[in-house]
């Protein structure tokens, strides 16, 4: 049997944390198979600590060096993400075939919240990842 070691007894090694996340999508088809789609997305931000890599403090803290949390996670939450991504098709039919044209925008609201960024304590609030800009697709299709 092991017993429990905690090299940070400020900050519990079980935490509670919540995130959440909302999403809401439709499509409507107006005259002459034309339509138009919504989705929209908001999500929440992770909670966070900065973490200390066990094995660079002098002496280690641990029999076996782990990393740990600085401050309880409750205290810091990554940016909220709010995503709007809308498509516009025409759908039109040529014997037993149907196509479709179609065309995207992602993140029309051309949102650029960090999704990702550095915890250890070196490099600290290093951004590692944005949301990607926005961006168009062309698509075709072809049923049959």
Do not use: C
């Not at 005259?31 to 890599?53: D, H, K, T, V």
């Not at 076996?64 to 309880?72: G, I, K, L, T």
């Not at 196509?99 to 990702?116: A, E, I, Q, R």
Request: net charge neutral.
């Amino acid at each position: 049997m092991g017993y429990f070691l905690n090299p940070n007894p400020a900050v519990s090694n079980r935490q509670e944390t919540t995130v959440y996340h909302l999403a809401m999508m439709g499509r409507y088809v107006f005259p002459w198979e034309i339509g138009l789609a919504a989705n929209y997305r908001y999500q929440s931000g992770f909670p966070y600590s900065r973490i200390i890599p066990d094995a660079t403090t002098e002496p280690t803290l641990n029999a076996v060096p782990a990393p740990f949390f600085v401050e309880n996670l409750e205290n810091n939450r990554s940016d909220n993400v709010s995503l709007l991504n809308l498509r516009v098709d025409k759908a039109f039919t040529v014997g037993k075939v149907t196509f479709t044209g179609m065309f995207d925008l992602y993140n029309v609201l051309n949102t650029n919240p960090v999704t990702n960024f550095n915890l250890y304590s070196g490099g600290f609030g290093g951004i590692i990842a944005v949301l990607d800009p926005r961006v168009a697709q062309v698509g075709f299709r072809m049923e049959f």
